[in-house]
């Protein structure tokens, strides 16, 4: 059974930056990653992904270029840089892995993905 454990998150002021962290158990390196989040009343959409070997990376087109996405499989985490954050970032993120290869056409569906953290809450005031 693969654990996930999501932590770095918090409340942060427009503009600034967070990094989140996730720690998983078992064999990591193969595990694509990713991270989701959910604001409240809304469904869970993805956010970004990572290949097995962190060659892969997928984003969701607004955080394009304030977000980035790295692992470390010596360290068994995946991280997501968060900065110039919005408000409308506000969410609980989600990290998520999945035992298969992510493709162009998958990355981005929660189905896809086999096991889920608990979330940690982002939120960033005006």
């Known amino acids: 059974q693969v654990q996930l454990v999501e932590s770095g998150g918090g409340l942060v002021q427009a503009g600034g930056s967070l990094t989140l962290s996730c720690a998983a158990s078992?064999?990591?390196?193969?595990?694509?990653m990713a991270w989701f989040r959910q604001a409240p009343g809304k469904e869970r959409d993805f956010v970004a992904a990572?290949?097995?070997?962190?060659?892969?990376?997928y984003y969701l087109e607004s955080v394009k270029g304030r977000f980035t996405i790295s692992r470390t499989n010596a360290k068994n985490t995946v991280y997501l840089q968060m900065n110039s954050l919005k408000p409308e970032d506000t969410a609980v993120y989600y990290c998520?892995?999945?035992?298969?290869?992510?493709?162009?056409?998958?990355?981005?569906?929660?189905?896809?993905?086999?096991?889920w953290g608990q979330g940690t809450q982002v939120t960033v005031s005006t």
């Open positions: 998520a892995a999945r035992t298969a290869t992510l493709y162009s056409g998958n990355y981005y569906a929660t189905s896809v993905y086999e096991y």
């Open positions: 078992g064999p990591f390196s193969s595990y694509a």
């Open positions: 990572i290949s097995q070997s962190g060659i892969s990376t």
